[in-house]
């Protein structure tokens, strides 16, 4: 029974390349416009945004506050990418899913490629090893992990089964069971990736 639950598992993780194809797309748009927006924004206002930027990376190695902040981040971005898993994962049961996911993968390519901008422009040559510290790790893993949820969760909204559901919500079935596997396994590495980032983050604050 363990080994059918497993394969079916490894199974449900394969991706489409049409789907794959198109969420890279909106995933490098995001990037795009997150980094004509910083680039355009107004003087006042990214001057503001850099000096906020400064004091996240400087938080982690605060010693009044640094314990603190660290942990009240990492819970905070624990959460925060488990949410998106879990709302991709519920978008493969409605006829929303392709919204939904690609939403998702804009909102982070938007969040990405501004703050990568961001940083570039705020320290110059010591933003490029901050991004490889802050930013590579963690997102090494959260990214490919959005990514196939958001596969699967298309992927299953377009199965066949789906199409023969006249509503707008389908119900939970018994061979759900590897799809909701396959994104509690993504949700680990989420978690992964969210302890590697609190890892290299102060790493990184020491450079700012």
Known sequence: MRKTILSNTIET?????????MLF????????TGVFFEVMMNTDI?????????????SPIDTTTGTGSSIVG???SIITNILAIALITLSGYTRFS????????????????YCCALILETLALKGVFIIVLSLFP?????????????????????????????????SFHASDTSYLYANAFLCIIVIVSCILQSIFLPIAAKLV
Not at 98 to 113: A, D, Q
């Open 138 to 170: 963690q997102n090494t893993l959260l990214i490919p992990s959005i990514f196939i949820s958001a596969n699967v969760a298309i992927n299953k909204a377009s199965s066949l089964k789906y199409k023969k559901n006249k509503g707008i919500v389908r």
């Open 25 to 32: 797309f909106v995933f490098i748009f995001g990037i795009s």
């Open 74 to 76: 990492l819970m905070g």
């Open 13 to 21: 993780l394969s991706y489409s390349k049409e789907c794959t194809a």
């Open 98 to 113: 392709y919204p939904v996911s690609s939403l998702i993968l804009l909102i982070k390519g938007l969040s990405l490629g």
């Open 46 to 58: 990214k001057s503001d945004m850099q000096y906020y930027l400064q004091s996240v990376l400087r």
